[in-house]
C-alpha cells in the first residue's frame, strides 16, 4: 500500500547534489520513523538514511556517511535527503518509507518498514 509521495530526483554530474522530498499527504501514516532505500538495477534494494520522527535521531549507511543528510519538518510531514558529492555508483531508485516500531537492529531493513512511495530516480552521470 502506497502512501508516501517522494520527489525530488533527477540527472546531475558527479560532485553534484540533489534534495529528495518525501511526504505524507493524507496524513494517514503515525509513524516511529522514516527512511530512505535505493535500488539499483538489478540489485536488491538497500538502506540508505533514517530518522525518528520524535527525537529526529539519524542513522545512515556507510556509503551515505559524509555526503548525505537527512531531516524532517513535522509541521509539514516532510521527510528530506540532501545528498552532496554524488558518485555515479548512487545511480538508483530512492524510496521512503515510514515505520510505526522501531528495530533492535544497527540499521534497519525493508522489513521493518510498512509504508513506501513509489520512487524517484536518481542518475549521477560521470
Known amino acids: 500500500q502506497v502512501q508516501l509521495v517522494e520527489s525530488g530526483g533527477g540527472l546531475v554530474q558527479a560532485g553534484g547534489s540533489l534534495r529528495l522530498s518525501c511526504r505524507d499527504p493524507?496524513?494517514?501514516?503515525?509513524?516511529?520513523?522514516m527512511g530512505w532505500f535505493r535500488q539499483a538495477p538489478g540489485k536488491e534494494r538497500e538502506f540508505v538514511s533514517s530518522?525518528?520522527?520524535?527525537?529526529?535521531?539519524?542513522t545512515y549507511s556507510d556509503p551515505a556517511k559524509g555526503r548525505f543528510t537527512i531531516s524532517r519538518d513535522t509541521a509539514k510531514n516532510t521527510m528530506y535527503l540532501q545528498m552532496n558529492n554524488l558518485r555515479p555508483e548512487a545511480t538508483a531508485v530512492y524510496y521512503c518509507?515510514?515505520?510505526?516500531?522501531?528495530?533492535?537492529?544497527?540499521?534497519?531493513?525493508?522489513?521493518?518498514?510498512?509504508?513506501w512511495g513509489h520512487g524517484t530516480q536518481v542518475t549521477v552521470s560521470s
Open positions: 518509507a515510514g515505520a510505526i516500531r522501531s528495530w533492535h537492529t544497527d540499521v534497519p531493513s525493508t522489513r521493518n518498514f510498512e509504508t
Open positions: 493524507w496524513r494517514t501514516f503515525s509513524q516511529y520513523a
Open positions: 530518522i525518528s520522527w520524535s527525537a529526529g535521531r539519524t
